[in-house]
């Protein structure tokens, strides 16, 4: 692949990258703009109220400290996917600041100059106004200034549920490992949250005779760049497709759908996470997927045959460093003893029983191992240990569990485990740099992310699942000092899925199918 | 005038003012001494409801303050604190101007009222007009404080220990200021002190209270001379000579003083109204000299040290 620099990424890609800055003010500022609507009376009212102020501030401080990724999981049985629930999300984490820096600002007066005020005549009103909100007027706006910056970040995730913004190009970039991806998206965010920053600054310290002045320039500007969200693209189309961050800038993605279909689809950006259960949901109609994942049957999903075969295969094998094999001879033989032993139909249902059923990848992976006669109970171990990898889903831990029984059932070696390893960058990268003996990979995935072939090689070596497996082996022999262990047997391959009802109705079966009716 | 019944004011369940009743008339002013926390701040607040009383009733003008939203009347009631407490974030003029503003004076009429009184309080309209409060010194802060006050003409003035943070020198001389001030002579005050000398030099009644109680209430000279009770001559007792001095005309003393005289080098002629105090100091600086002091019938009495001594120690035997 040839190497670009991040001026040419970002030139290349600069109807999404102004795209995703519009609707990533526009995220920020709606929802600041909510939060300033409820934060700044709360603020006064708790200023007012000492004894509600220690709850309503908890409350606040409690909203904060939840993760954010977690924040947004919450709301999506709430209020699904998109705008909905990312704008809440922010809105709630702007509360505290705002809410917080009012509070302060309001009772750090001085008593005296309080009560002077009530004491000339001054009504409720007339304190608030022409004393306690000037004089509290640059802690509060230190406070919306705090907000803000937190909102600008926390948008990014915002990426992982459909809502867009720059964390597209950010999730984008760490699922693909394309680094000028990410900086696409992280350094305009940045630059956002220290403009940002800067222009409140500058309100901060207006003249407070103009305060009035300020207070409703705040709410316009908030206004006018919160509509730029809407403003930022119509996705309007017969189906509505949600695809994720990585499936969305890979040949064998939305590139490859584009390239070789000609299905321009205008997909939202969504966490895998997610993405079954919108589909599920009806909030998407096309999602991307894999082959065997348990959702598939837990939410009653369908794959669209790939007809054009532009998704690669994706045999799953250990991948396993030389050193590891030579220092362990008995390894190869204990890992090979789950060669073609799991099939697509197999895998999904363990896949169903720990993303669905929420059973734990241990119990799954004994479980099938004492079923096909594999299981033995682990011997004494002696001093050495091999190390486990796996990548951050089911599927992975799954296959990890099975392959730590398998070494202590056959061998005297100890095992630990590297779980949770990410995405395939960070777990190829601690197999390179022998922080772990192996882990499950995928041959596509080899192929694709980690050889970057040219376009006549991946071709002539897509052609059939075995030229596929053949040509990583060899190449990943030479190249890295690894090897590719005998496939598990099942293809995770990427997929394009629909509910099995829609699908059926709609007579789409395969992707030609569905770019037929897209162009009707 | 100000009318006071009744009033009283728990915090929790216990009195810190209770059952307080005073009249002041129109353009007297009063004074409530006591030690810290004997209830005459809080006995001051109440006035314009920055406390609420528990019970009781206060008139100003001869209307109850419960007919009147408490907004309204505290624009007709100039308040003064002891922290000044002016607006951070107003200048001067606006400062001034607040209860004006609040009323919704025309803009002419603001200015013109607050550069007035700058002039009468010994500010500079040139200097200080657009300037912050942080920009001025103590005493000057609180000549604005004195004229934002004052800047409504109110009829009634209320003043929670308006010099307790100056120092005696930048107090003597705002308290000369505002003895000679108009603005000041037909106000009816209650000022708020734990200075014996300050409430004797100020107030035409002193009313002076103990754990949220008046002990006594009356002119000077009554508490001086008539104390109710041993707590309120204690209460003198370290300054009570000075204070007798100070709070003696020779009017009181004319009957004892002497007719004739004998030797003659220096008189200097007193009007009967001067207070013992300041005979005593005009002897003083004048060398060996002798007071003469003449009456409203046209009598004439002669004295000097021992004649006037000899006149207050007999007029005490009398009132006592």
């Known amino acids: 692949?040839?190497?670009?620099?991040?001026?040419?990424?970002?030139?290349?890609?600069?109807?999404?990258?102004?795209?995703?800055?519009?609707?990533?003010?526009?995220?920020?500022?709606?929802?600041?703009?909510?939060?300033?609507?409820?934060?700044?009376?709360?603020?006064?009212?708790?200023?007012?109220?000492?004894?509600?102020?220690?709850?309503?501030?908890?409350?606040?401080?409690?909203?904060?400290?939840?993760?954010?990724?977690?924040?947004?999981?919450?709301?999506?049985?709430?209020?699904?996917?998109?705008?909905?629930?990312?704008?809440?999300?922010?809105?709630?984490?702007?509360?505290?600041?705002?809410?917080?820096?009012?509070?302060?600002?309001?009772?750090?007066?001085?008593?005296?100059?309080?009560?002077?005020?009530?004491?000339?005549?001054?009504?409720?009103?007339?304190?608030?106004?022409?004393i306690e909100l000037p004089l509290a007027f640059p802690v509060i706006m230190a406070g919306i200034r705090t907000a803000t910056v937190i909102n600008v970040g926390v948008a990014t995730l915002a990426a992982y549920i459909a809502a867009g913004g720059l964390g597209e190009f950010i999730f984008g970039g760490i699922a693909l490992n394309n680094v000028n991806m990410i900086l696409a998206g992280a350094i305009p965010s940045a630059l956002l949250a220290i403009l940002?920053?800067?222009?409140?600054?500058?309100?901060?310290?207006?003249?407070?005779?103009?305060?009035?002045?300020?207070?409703?320039?705040?709410?316009?500007?908030?206004?006018?760049?919160?509509?730029?969200?809407?403003?930022?693209?119509?996705?309007?189309?017969?189906?509505?497709?949600?695809?994720?961050?990585?499936?969305?800038?890979?040949?064998?993605?939305?590139?490859?759908?584009?390239?070789?279909?000609?299905?321009?689809?205008?997909?939202?950006?969504?966490?895998d996470a997610v993405m079954y259960k919108a589909a599920f949901d009806k909030k998407l109609d096309v999602i991307s997927g894999y082959g065997t994942d348990g959702r598939l049957k837990a939410y009653n999903l369908i794959i669209l045959k790939d007809d054009k075969k532009i998704f690669p295969p994706y045999y799953a094998a250990p991948l396993v460093r030389n050193e590891a094999l030579i220092k362990f001879p008995e390894l190869e033989g204990v890992l090979n003893l789950l060669a073609g032993r799991i099939n697509d139909s197999t895998m999904t249902d363990l896949n169903y029983r720990v993303d669905y059923l929420h059973q734990s990848p241990q119990q799954v992976a004994k479980d099938f191992l004492v079923k096909a006669k594999l299981w033995k109970e682990p011997l004494p171990a002696g001093s050495?240990?091999?190390?486990?990898?796996?990548?951050?889903?089911?599927?992975?831990?799954?296959?990890?569990?099975?392959?730590?029984?398998?070494?202590?059932?056959?061998?005297?070696?100890?095992?630990?485990?590297?779980?949770?390893?990410?995405?395939t960058q960070i777990c190829f990268n601690a197999l390179k740099n022998n922080e772990i003996d192996f882990y499950p990979e995928y041959t596509g995935t080899g192929l694709l992310v980690l050889l970057h072939p040219s376009k006549q090689t991946l071709n002539r070596v897509t052609k059939s699942n075995d030229s596929t497996y053949d040509f990583v082996k060899k190449?990943?022999?030479?190249?890295?000092?690894?090897?590719?262990?005998?496939?598990?047997?099942?293809?995770?391959?990427?997929?394009?899925?629909?509910?099995?009802?829609?699908?059926?109705?709609?007579?789409?079966?395969s992707i030609s199918d569905l770019k037929r009716y897209l162009d009707h | 005038?100000?009318?006071?019944?009744?009033?009283?004011?728990?915090?929790?369940?216990?009195?810190?003012?209770?059952?307080?009743?005073?009249?002041?008339?129109?353009?007297?002013?009063?004074?409530?001494?006591?030690?810290?926390?004997?209830?005459?701040?809080?006995?001051?607040?109440?006035?314009?409801?920055?406390?609420?009383?528990?019970?009781?009733?206060?008139?100003?003008?001869?209307?109850?303050?419960?007919?009147?939203?408490?907004?309204?009347?505290?624009?007709?009631?100039?308040?003064?604190?002891?922290?000044?407490?002016?607006?951070?974030?107003?200048?001067?003029?606006?400062?001034?101007?607040?209860?004006?503003?609040?009323?919704?004076?025309?803009k002419d009429k603001i200015r013109r009222r607050c550069l007035e009184l700058l002039e009468k309080l010994h500010l500079s309209p040139d200097k200080h007009y657009s300037i912050y409060p942080h920009q001025l010194s103590g005493g000057q802060q609180q000549r604005v404080g004195l004229a934002r006050a004052l800047a409504a003409e109110p009829s009634i003035l209320l003043m929670d220990e308006p010099f307790g943070a100056l120092d005696p020198i930048t107090r003597a001389s705002i308290k000369k200021d505002i003895a000679q001030l108009d603005e000041f002579k037909d106000k009816t005050i209650v000022l708020v002190t734990h200075d014996v000398q300050e409430a004797f030099e100020l107030?035409?009644?002193?009313?002076?209270?103990?754990?949220?109680?008046?002990?006594?209430?009356?002119?000077?000279?009554?508490?001086?001379?008539?104390?109710?009770?041993?707590?309120?001559?204690?209460?003198?007792?370290?300054?009570?000579?000075?204070?007798?001095?100070?709070?003696?005309?020779?009017?009181?003393?004319?009957?004892?003083?002497?007719?004739?005289?004998?030797?003659?080098?220096?008189?200097?002629?007193?009007?009967?109204?001067?207070?013992?105090?300041?005979?005593?100091?005009?002897?003083?600086?004048?060398?060996?000299?002798?007071?003469?002091?003449?009456?409203?019938?046209?009598?004439?009495?002669?004295?000097?040290?021992?004649?006037?001594?000899?006149a207050f120690t007999t007029y005490k035997n009398t009132i006592a």
């Open chain 1, 1 to 130: 692949m040839e190497q670009q620099n991040l001026w040419q990424f970002m030139t290349q890609q600069h109807d999404k990258l102004i795209q995703q800055t519009l609707e990533h003010i526009g995220l920020t500022f709606i929802s600041l703009f909510l939060a300033l609507l409820i934060a700044l009376p709360l603020g006064i009212w708790i200023a007012r109220k000492p004894t509600a102020s220690p709850f309503i501030l908890g409350i606040s401080g409690v909203l904060q400290t939840i993760p954010s990724i977690a924040l947004l999981g919450f709301m999506i049985p709430l209020l699904g996917i998109g705008w909905l629930p990312a704008i809440t999300a922010l809105f709630l984490y702007a509360l505290l600041p705002i809410i917080r820096n009012t509070y302060t600002g309001i009772t750090g007066i001085d008593p005296n100059i309080r009560e002077a005020a009530v004491a000339m005549g001054m009504n409720h009103w007339q304190v608030l106004w022409k």
């Open chain 1, 196 to 271: 940002l920053d800067f222009l409140l600054s500058l309100v901060q310290h207006i003249d407070l005779k103009k305060l009035r002045f300020a207070l409703w320039l705040i709410p316009l500007i908030c206004i006018a760049a919160a509509s730029s969200y809407f403003f930022s693209g119509t996705k309007d189309l017969k189906l509505k497709a949600g695809f994720t961050p990585e499936f969305m800038g890979r040949t064998d993605g939305d590139l490859g759908l584009k390239s070789i279909y000609n299905l321009d689809i205008k997909p939202v950006v969504i966490s």
């Open chain 1, 384 to 423: 050495q240990t091999v190390r486990i990898g796996s990548k951050i889903f089911g599927e992975q831990y799954i296959l990890a569990s099975m392959y730590g029984m398998l070494i202590r059932g056959n061998t005297r070696l100890n095992v630990s485990s590297k779980t949770g390893l990410g995405g």
């Open chain 1, 475 to 509: 190449e990943f022999g030479k190249t890295f000092q690894m090897k590719w262990l005998k496939p598990i047997g099942f293809n995770n391959t990427y997929a394009l899925m629909m509910r099995r009802q829609q699908s059926s109705e709609l007579q789409i079966q």
């Open chain 2, 1 to 106: 005038m100000i009318r006071v019944e009744k009033l009283t004011k728990l915090y929790n369940k216990i009195p810190a003012v209770s059952d307080i009743s005073f009249t002041i008339k129109k353009g007297q002013n009063m004074v409530l001494l006591g030690t810290s926390g004997c209830g005459k701040t809080t006995t001051l607040k109440m006035i314009n409801d920055l406390i609420h009383p528990d019970s009781g009733e206060v008139w100003l003008d001869e209307v109850s303050t419960r007919k009147m939203k408490p907004e309204v009347y505290r624009k007709k009631t100039g308040y003064v604190l002891q922290n000044i407490a002016l607006f951070p974030h107003f200048t001067i003029a606006e400062n001034i101007a607040v209860v004006p503003r609040l009323l919704g004076w025309d």
């Open chain 2, 203 to 310: 107030g035409d009644i002193i009313c002076l209270m103990d754990k949220g109680e008046i002990i006594q209430q009356g002119n000077p000279e009554e508490l001086l001379f008539k104390p109710a009770s041993a707590f309120v001559s204690g209460f003198f007792k370290e300054q009570q000579l000075l204070l007798e001095y100070q709070n003696t005309t020779l009017h009181k003393l004319f009957r004892w003083l002497p007719e004739t005289h004998t030797f003659v080098q220096n008189l200097i002629s007193v009007s009967p109204d001067e207070k013992l105090w300041q005979a005593f100091e005009k002897l003083n600086t004048a060398g060996k000299s002798l007071l003469v002091i003449k009456d409203s019938g046209g009598r004439q009495k002669y004295a000097d040290h021992g004649a006037l001594l000899h």
